[in-house]
């Protein structure tokens, strides 16, 4: 009995170190989440802080009046955490900074993101929520990843798609708030998310791959986050793999190179040369504006005259046309003639058949006497 509890008690024993830090800690435990973030207790800082920091921005003029109205709410919301703002309308600068009330060192930091986000056109209910622990921001310029503005613009609306549905399937995938606005786009969310859609904008901008591929494959990865047995594999095997596809483009025609010339091209005349050759320079102010009001008249004349023309355009009747195949007038008189002497035609032979009718068979027998005629028998009976 002795030796089997002596061999029970071995394994508990714990193999000995060199070195007199070798103990188990107390966050050594496994039940705790190191990644948590936890609430900031002003218990840990009750002396507060030994300096003032403090951080300014400026904003846009169109900005004003929204930023007037919504700072008191702005200002209590601060107030919360020990920090004094100021509004300054005639710089056009935000300001916040720390107090004697203060405690949480890095709610600074996040105040800085607070006003950064209201001029950059982020209602103000929205960017208050950056003072929690668990949201961050993120500013990412776009402005300078293109140099065409017309390509720009076209790529930014890739973004924001019809209706801005794209924005919202991105927002709801990656849980982030996100606005687009001139040549930044401002989110909020949390470190993956963040991470995540700037991925896609930079994509996006720089014409790497359509927000739409990025959609599928967040889709895909959040069904395939459900799947417990998928948990430690690579998921590359079952996320689509879109290439790029060069479309050949038409060569335009370039420019005909002109002939080498070692002299400069003639001087242009200026505006004074072009004046004193029509006379103009010489008039006086009251004939220039009155040739002027001349030459504007003249304008609004031929002007109104083309605009007179296109609104009769609409009562003007529209040609008939011609039917293919149509015979011409002499055509139409020869069919006319034709079923004139037919018509002719039939009406003799409808002639002939009455006369056939009322013939009397008497008359073509021999021997036959014919009937005395109604003269006759008038003379007799006289």
Same mark, same amino acid.
């Given at each position: 009995m002795e030796a089997q509890s002596n061999v029970d008690e071995a394994p508990?024993? /714990?193999?000995?170190?060199?070195?007199?830090?070798?103990?188990?800690?107390?966050?050594?435990? @496994?039940? *705790?989440?190191?990644?948590?973030?936890?609430? !900031?207790?002003?218990?840990?800082?009750?002396?507060?802080? #030994?300096?003032?920091?403090?951080?300014? =921005?400026i904003f846009p003029q169109y900005r004003e009046k929204y930023l007037q109205d919504v700072w008191p709410t702005v200002k209590a919301a601060l107030r919360e955490h020990g920090i004094a703002c100021e509004l300054n309308l005639v710089e056009g600068t935000m300001t916040v900074s720390t107090t004697r009330k203060t405690r949480d060192p890095y709610i600074i930091v996040k105040s800085r993101d607070l006003i950064k986000l209201l001029s950059r056109s982020v209602p103000a209910p929205q960017a208050i929520k950056i003072l929690d622990d668990e949201m961050q921001c993120d500013i990412i310029k776009i402005g300078n990843l293109v140099r065409n503005k017309a390509r !720009?613009?076209? /790529? /930014?609306?890739?973004?924001?798609? @019809?209706?801005?549905? =794209?924005?919202?399937?991105?927002?709801?995938?990656?849980?982030?708030? *996100?606005?687009? %606005?001139?040549?930044?786009?401002?989110?909020?969310?949390? !470190?993956?998310?963040?991470? %995540?859609?700037?991925?896609?904008?930079?994509?996006?901008?720089?014409?790497?791959?359509?927000? *739409?591929?990025?959609?599928?494959?967040?889709?895909?990865?959040?069904?395939?986050?459900?799947?417990?047995? #998928?948990?430690?594999?690579?998921?590359? /095997?079952?996320?689509? %793999?879109? $290439?790029?596809?060069?479309?050949?483009?038409?060569?335009?025609?370039?420019?005909? $190179?002109?002939?080498?010339?070692?002299?400069?091209?003639?001087?242009?005349?200026?505006?004074?040369?072009?004046?004193?050759?029509?006379?103009?320079? !010489?008039?006086?102010?009251?004939?220039?504006?009155?040739?002027?009001?001349?030459?504007?008249?003249?304008?609004?004349?031929?002007?109104?005259?083309?605009?007179k023309r296109k609104r009769e355009a609409a009562f003007i009747p529209p040609e008939e046309p011609v039917m293919q195949g149509h015979k011409s007038s002499t055509d139409d008189k020869t069919d006319v003639n034709a079923m004139a002497q037919s018509l002719k035609q039939k009406a003799k032979e409808i002639v002939k058949q009455k006369n056939v009718k009322n013939l009397d068979p008497q008359a073509y027998i021999a021997g036959s006497e014919a009937p005395p005629s109604k003269k006759k028998m008038k003379k007799s009976k006289s």
């Open positions: 508990k024993q /714990r193999t000995k170190h060199k070195g007199k830090h070798d103990k188990d800690k107390p966050w050594d435990d @496994p039940s *705790i989440d190191h990644w948590k973030v936890e609430k !900031f207790d002003p218990s840990w800082n009750e002396t507060g802080m #030994l300096e003032v920091s403090s951080f300014s =921005t !720009f613009v076209k /790529r /930014r609306q890739h973004l924001l798609g @019809p209706n801005n549905s =794209t924005l919202k399937a991105l927002e709801i995938l990656t849980g982030c708030y *996100i606005l687009v %606005q001139g040549n930044t786009v401002a989110s909020m969310g949390s !470190f993956k998310g963040l991470k %995540q859609v700037r991925r896609i904008v930079e994509d996006c901008i720089q014409n790497k791959m359509h927000p *739409i591929y990025h959609i599928k494959i967040l889709m895909m990865k959040k069904e395939l986050a459900k799947d417990p047995t #998928l948990e430690n594999e690579n998921w590359d /095997r079952f996320l689509p %793999q879109f $290439k790029k596809k060069n479309v050949q483009k038409k060569k335009g025609k370039g420019k005909e $190179k002109k002939p080498y010339t070692p002299f400069p091209p003639p001087q242009q005349p200026s505006k004074i040369d072009q004046q004193l050759e029509t006379g103009e320079y !010489f008039l006086s102010e009251e004939k220039k504006s009155a040739k002027k009001w001349q030459e504007k008249e003249v304008k609004q004349a031929e002007k109104s005259a083309e605009n």
